[in-house]
């Protein structure tokens, strides 16, 4: 069982360049979630998708976007990066009437 | 707006050596807590959900219990393996968004 399957692994961006994030999850899950971890703030939330073709903003989401692909994928992209977003970015999944959520192993992102 | 605060930041024990990490929260309407383990490099793992005041949920050397007001990972003789940080979070209302603290990181020598 794959899970939840996030790429890249790691990636260095200089400021100002895009980048996508990827995550595909094999669970049959409805809902989506993206994510991200700093040292000293904890798991913060940026967009979640509840269901197929729904997205809505979480805690953080200013300097993403996000887009529900299908059932399995959800991908997040940043338009300009910044140093700010030098972070570690996991992707979540949950399945129906569920709360609890199944994480990928991450991708680690710096911003230079 | 649903807050979650875990102590200690940071807890070594010796190998056998039994403690206890707390998780004050404060939410909504308590729709479940939770409790994951973190291993560097990996993304969080599940341990527990609690529900309701009173709850209680063990695997293994691990035992969470629930009150109204904080939660409590209890971890008997661990062991070296049991080194990991631990991640508490609160889901309340009616969305299924989690609210996390900043983890407690958990040294166990051998």
């Known amino acids: 069982n794959a899970g939840v399957t996030q790429t890249p692994k790691f990636q260095v961006l200089k400021t100002g360049q895009s980048m996508t994030l990827q995550c595909a999850q094999d669970m049959n899950h409805n809902s989506m979630y993206w994510y991200r971890q700093d040292p000293g703030m904890g798991l913060r939330l940026i967009y979640y998708s509840a269901s197929e073709g729904t997205t809505d903003k979480g805690e953080v989401p200013n300097g993403y976007n996000v887009s529900r692909l299908n059932k399995r994928e959800f991908s997040l992209r940043l338009e300009s990066a910044a140093p700010s977003q030098t972070s570690v970015y996991f992707c979540a999944s949950s399945g129906t009437g569920k709360i609890t959520l199944h994480f990928g192993n991450g991708t680690r992102l710096t911003v230079t | 707006e649903d807050q979650v605060t875990q102590s200690p930041e940071a807890l070594r024990l010796q190998e056998g050596e039994s403690s206890s990490l707390n998780c004050s929260y404060t939410?909504?309407?308590?729709?479940?807590l939770f409790w994951y383990r973190q291993d560097p490099g990996k993304g969080p793992e599940f341990l527990f959900t609690?529900?309701?005041a009173g709850e209680e949920k063990e695997k293994e050397r691990l035992k969470a219990t629930l009150t109204k007001k904080e939660s409590f990972l209890h971890i008997t003789a661990p062991k070296p393996e049991d080194s990991a940080t631990y991640l508490c979070a609160v889901c309340g209302g009616s969305n299924y968004k989690l609210t996390f603290g900043k983890g407690t990181l958990l040294t166990v020598n051998p």
């Open positions: 609690l529900y309701s």
């Open positions: 939410v909504s309407g308590l729709r479940g």
